[in-house]
Nanobody
Framework: QVQLVESGGGLVQPGGSLRLSCVAS????????MGWYRQDPGKERELVAT???????NYGDSVKGRFTISKTLAERTVNLQMNSLEPEDTAVYYC??????????????WGQGTQVIVSS
């Protein structure tokens, strides 16, 4: 069974930094991409950043220039360095992995989420 475990959330003041990490475990044939999404109560889940196996990166517009995603797919790990945090960044952050579980079948997997609160 595939599991994603996130860490690194918490409370930070505006302008501060946090680093999120996510480690995947279980039967994975090949990882296509890993990334982060976030969701605030009453809002839709939105893209934060993704990185694919080839190193291609995609950022949500609201985090460009402030957040940096990195990966070590051999270690099934994706990290998110968040700088210049703003109160609007407050949300539950979810790790996502798109991976083949066999040669023909791929699926999206999600972590349980980690809370980030930006407040003075």
């Amino acid at each position: 069974q595939v599991q994603l475990v996130e860490s690194g959330g918490g409370l930070v003041q505006p302008g501060g930094s946090l680093r999120l990490s996510c480690v995947a475990s279980g039967e994975i044939f090949r990882i296509i991409a890993m990334g982060w999404y976030r969701q605030d109560p009453g809002k839709e889940r939105e893209l934060v950043a993704t990185i694919n196996a080839g190193g291609g990166i995609n950022y949500g517009d609201s985090v460009k220039g402030r957040f940096t995603i990195s990966k070590t797919l051999a270690e099934r790990t994706v990290n998110l360095q968040m700088n210049s945090l703003e109160p609007e960044d407050t949300a539950v952050y979810y790790c996502n992995m798109r991976a083949y579980e066999s040669m023909l079948k791929w699926d999206d997997y999600w972590g349980q989420g980690t809370q980030v609160i930006v407040s003075s």
